[in-house]
Structures are given as structure tokens and as C-alpha cells.
């Protein structure tokens, strides 16, 4: 695929998506793309996930801070994102809304804390109808979770 423009696309949270989109672009000679909303997600994992459950739960596709400037230039999109509550995150909604990406080689590579990849696989085909979706590359990256569940269990160890 030497004649092929290649874009890795990603959104993270944590670094984990971040971590294999960077090792994608190495290995590919591809563009790199790192997908934000326009107003960031709390740093807060909490918070974090109260916000996105919320926008999940209305349908809300949060504004991007910015597009790729010309996706019709890419025949190959490799597209990451961790799973938020068994979903695809709304700002992946959000690109994939923003983005003509028909006759695109969609390759997708999804993280997840443990559940999965959810409805993501449905949500790509719903709002990438003409792109060629091929299977994801699929990884479990859950020590947020679980530094998180193991720090609450030693604190009510302690009584604190």
C-alpha cells in the first residue's frame, strides 16, 4: 500500500489509545490526528464519566476542536478510541458526523477497561455507512479501573 495516504485518527483519555495511535503512525509513515472536543472532558475520571454517560444518554455529539483539513486526501483512516460505558465515545460520534468518509478504508483499534467494544462496531457502520469497515483491532487496557478499585478497597481497609 505504498501509494496509499494513511491518516491515524484517535481519541484518549488516559494515553492508552494515544500509545498505539503513535505506534500506528511510526510504523506507517501515516499523518497523525488526535480527535478533541471543543471543550474538554473534566480530568476528573468521575466526573469524566458522569459527563459522557449524559451525553450518551441525550444523543449529544460534542463540537470538535478541529477537523482534518482535507480527509478527502486519505484512502486509509485508522481510527482509536477507548469504550466509554460500553459505547463509542460521543466524540468519536462527533468525527464521524464531521467527516465524509465514504469509499475510506475504516481500521478501527478500540481500548477498553474489561466490557468489551459494546455498540461501537454498530455505531461505526450507522455513521460511516460507505466506508469499508474492516475488523478492529481490539485491546483491554483497564489499570485506570483498577488502581481505582484496588485504592478504594485498601482505603476501606484503613476506614478511611
Known amino acids: 500500500m505504498s501509494n496509499t495516504r494513511t491518516l491515524v485518527a484517535y481519541l484518549t483519555r488516559s494515553g492508552n489509545t494515544r500509545v498505539i495511535g503513535e505506534t500506528l503512525h511510526r ?12 471543550r ?20 449529544y455529539a460534542p463540537p470538535l476542536a478541529e477537523r482534518v483539513a482535507d480527509i478527502a486526501a486519505y484512502d486509509a483512516i485508522y481510527l482509536g478510541f477507548p469504550i466509554w460505558g460500553e459505547a463509542a ?4 460520534i462527533s468525527f464521524l458526523k464531521a467527516h465524509d468518509l465514504k469509499t475510506k478504508l475504516l ?7 474489561g466490557y ?14 460507505a466506508a469499508r469497515i474492516e475488523p478492529p483491532f481490539v485491546m483491554e487496557a483497564d489499570q485506570e479501573r483498577r488502581t481505582l478499585n484496588q485504592i478504594k478497597a485498601w482505603l476501606g481497609q484503613i476506614g478511611q
Open 40 to 59: 474538554p472532558y473534566p480530568a476528573d475520571y468521575e466526573e469524566h464519566v458522569a459527563q459522557a454517560t449524559r451525553e450518551r444518554a441525550s444523543g
Open 116 to 129: 468489551g467494544v459494546g455498540s461501537a462496531l454498530k455505531t461505526l457502520a450507522e455513521h460511516a455507512p
Open 27 to 38: 510504523a506507517l509513515s501515516a499523518d497523525l490526528f488526535e480527535i478533541r472536543p471543543a
Open 107 to 113: 481500521r478501527p483499534f478500540i481500548t477498553h477497561g
Open 89 to 92: 465515545p460521543p466524540p468519536i
